[in-house]
């Protein structure tokens, strides 16, 4: 799980551009969306791409994505149960 | 510098509904629509709902100009939907006292994706085409390109009234168009911002919108015609930004508020017929209009929206639907929301649902697009005394 | 009407009101290295894509000489103009949808495929509540380009406009000559906004 959780960090960071942000900066279980890493809608759609891309995970729309992406702890427990690749 | 009545000589839609400007409003009055459900075009993995041309209606219809040169589907669209427009007037194309002005978001981009016909790598760019364009019709001036999201057409028609008053020109032809491609699709269903079905404006179980091609044209001038027929003006145009997210509408309606208050200084509330407006039917736009249009005032106001008959056309958008509206008015008729059935926005709304009659002789059309702008015009008819 | 200030970028080059700005690398770099030094209060900046860096960098440089930097406005426009459009973000987005078993378009690089978001992202930086506009003229004609800024203040809500030309063809490829035009100022005033000034200033930093 730790190492689902740091490679999911540094796609992350890669895929949303966040310069100057390193994984031990991000929270696991702080909020993505909102306050911690402040991410926005279009943020959302690039992690709907990731997770296919990635994992071979298709979610079907935001307001699954919203459950999922709640925190990097409850991505990375999603991706170890649904992943494909 | 004194103000010069601007009006409007001619039109033209070039659309999946018909050739003509007369055409295409016969069949929105009957509630007739071109969306339709597409699978496996382009080699896109998820089907999508859009308006688009059978065939090859313009290759065929653009044939009878047994044109030498080499010209894409989107500059054939163009070129068919000014000249349509131009056999209405005894306007010279090729005078220098004539703008070419274009509204477009992505022209020839389809030719990076497949370019069978070798066009040069350069003719993706929107100048070089506009330039091909203008060039059909031997006009000597630089045409101008809007490229400005959603909101390119009316931009290009405020542009046009702009040339008109500082006499930069005394004829404006402004035409809009984009044509649907792989490129433009996907980009949208990476947005989940499609409907899966024919789009619902305004509706509470509204999911998204459709997109759609076709060319406009509106053909302005600085001086009225010596008669005494009513024509159509444009009078007041603004363009305004929420200032706010790169793609995400503003939750207070910030720009299209902004640019609906610049308009209607001056203005007569009860003069307006009703508001056309963006009405692409996502959550946010829909949501974020009922709250501009009421901040502005006309929450009593009939608005409807095109997107329902035509989905969503882009650069022609703001063009095709000024004409369509046009059009109506002078069939002294609102036309009702095609896909609207139940309120489904925060602030209440006079969504036009059916055709309606009207007396009332002037409109605003309302427009907002990708970078968060927003624009709106006031248009009028009457006569030029 | 005036010039209050203008600025022109190459990648290798930076000239603000007249001056050589001194920066470290070439392109891309150059501009981030800009923002690092000059700026870096706007994480944002990483999103955007190389014609909207270009611009936020130089609307940044060009706004933080004025005296009072104008924010939260609906009297400012900002009118861009290029030859190019988006297209370096048009190919970049064709590189996600091509090959069809390695299909993934991105959301981040579609909504850069217009060229207009530039003006977007400034409008948000800054708060400009007015108007946003980009043009697309097939090379940089001084004269039209002039005549669409002036004709921005047709609109009376309009007092100032930030306008130029912004051309990216890709990180190593690009150009700005970007003005802050203002209708009346009695205090800023560098230059009389004419086309002999304008061109006098692009054909000096050819």
Known sequence: ?85 | MGYIMIVKIADNIISPLGMTSEENYREVKKGRTALKVYKDRWGLPEPFTASLFQGDTIENAFSSFHSHAQYTEFEKAAILSIHQALQQTDVNPSSDRVQFILSTTKGNISLLDDNPYKFPEERVLLGSSAKNIAGFFHNPNQPIVISNACISGVCAQITAMRCLQNGSCDIAIVTGADIQSRFIVSGFQSFQALSPLPCKPFDRDRCGLNLGEAAATVIYSNSAPQDSEERWMPVSGAIRNDANHISGPSRTGEGSYRALRSILKGQDVNSIAFVNSHGTSTAYNDEMESIAITRAGLQDIPVNSLKGYYGHTMGAAGILESVISMHALDDSTILGTKGFENAGVSHPLHISSQNEQTDKTAFIKLLSGFGGCNASMFFKKGIIL | MKITHWIHIRPDVIILDGKALVSTGKGIEMLTSVYRNRINDYPKYFKMDSLSKLGFIASELLLQEEKERLVNVESRAIVFFNRSSSLCDDKNYQETIRDKDNYFPSPAIFVYTLPNIVTGEIAIRNKYYGETSFYVLDCLNTEKMKQIIDDAFQDEVTESVLGGWLECYDNNNFEAYLFIIKKNDKEEFLLDWNIETINKLIDTNK
Request: negative net charge.
């Open chain 1, 1 to 85: 799980m730790k190492e689902t959780i740091l490679k999911l960090k540094q796609e992350i960071i890669e895929a949303l551009n966040l310069e100057d942000i390193h994984p031990e900066d991000i929270d696991d279980n702080a909020p993505l969306f909102g306050s911690g890493l402040g991410l926005d809608s279009i943020d959302a759609l690039e992690l709907i791409v990731l997770m296919e891309k990635n994992y071979g995970i298709k979610l079907k729309d935001h307001a699954e994505g919203k459950a999922v992406f709640q925190s990097i702890a409850v991505m990375a427990d999603y991706i170890e149960k649904n992943r494909k690749k």
